[in-house]
């Protein structure tokens, strides 16, 4: 069975103090890895979409990395408009269904 | 702003009561999700559609739940005889059939059941 995990759960940074999410899972077969990011009572807003072991994306102070047991997220000098529970999801078949980790909860304090 | 559009934003209903949610996806995505959120867990995928067609069903979708995209537009998720069960946010994807495959998501229905 497919399985998405997230970790930490949780994550308190003060502002600039860069850290890493991981994101593992155990799938049959990857099509894509997606990072979004969630802020309460929202839809999650969409990230990154990495497909193949040694992918990275970049966007302003996230960096999205790929292997091929796991993802990490990094967040470098975070600001406190970084705080938002970020999700990771795998994507297995051909028609975008998408599995989802429970999610990292991000609080970045000033 | 022509993103993903979901209403209501928010119902409260009792138990045993039919609820309908609608979804309007970007104009030219073909491909349209429905996935149910409780507090603390990532989205749980429940169905999707490409255009009009139903092509999966998830088993978390009992026979209460019934979804629809006529004319492959819109989308209706429908709760039959609520329960407490289903409080839960249920939102709303839709993505091209080619490409990134990019889910974009909607702004979510909270549903509370009392």
């Known amino acids: 069975e497919d399985q998405v995990t997230q970790s930490p759960e949780a994550l308190r940074l003060q502002e600039g103090e860069s850290s890493s999410l991981n994101c593992s899972y155990t799938v049959s077969g990857l099509r894509g890895l997606f990072w979004y990011r969630q802020d309460p009572g929202k839809g999650p807003e969409f990230l990154f979409t990495?497909?193949?072991a040694g992918e990275e994306k970049e966007k302003e102070r996230l960096k999205a990395t790929l292997t091929k047991k796991e993802s990490f997220l990094h967040i470098t000098a975070p600001k406190p408009e970084d705080s938002a529970t970020y999700l990771c999801a795998v994507q297995t078949d051909s028609w975008g269904k998408l599995q989802f980790g429970a999610g990292t909860q991000v609080v970045v304090t000033p | 702003d022509t993103g993903v559009s979901q209403d209501p934003r928010h119902k409260i209903t009792k138990r045993g009561q039919n609820v309908t949610f609608r979804c309007d996806p970007i104009s030219e995505h073909n491909r349209l999700y429905w996935y149910r959120q409780t507090l603390g867990q990532g989205p749980e995928f429940l169905t999707y559609f490409q255009n009009e067609a139903q092509l999966e069903k998830s088993r978390l979708l009992s026979d209460r739940f019934s979804a629809e995209r006529p004319k492959g537009s819109f989308s209706t998720l429908e709760i039959q005889r609520t329960e407490q069960g289903d409080s839960a946010m249920y939102l709303c994807?839709?993505?091209?059939?080619?490409?990134?495959?990019?889910?974009?998501f909607g702004p979510g229905t909270r549903l509370t059941v009392l």
């Open positions: 990495l497909y193949s």
């Open positions: 994807a839709s993505s091209l059939a080619s490409g990134g495959k990019e889910q974009f």
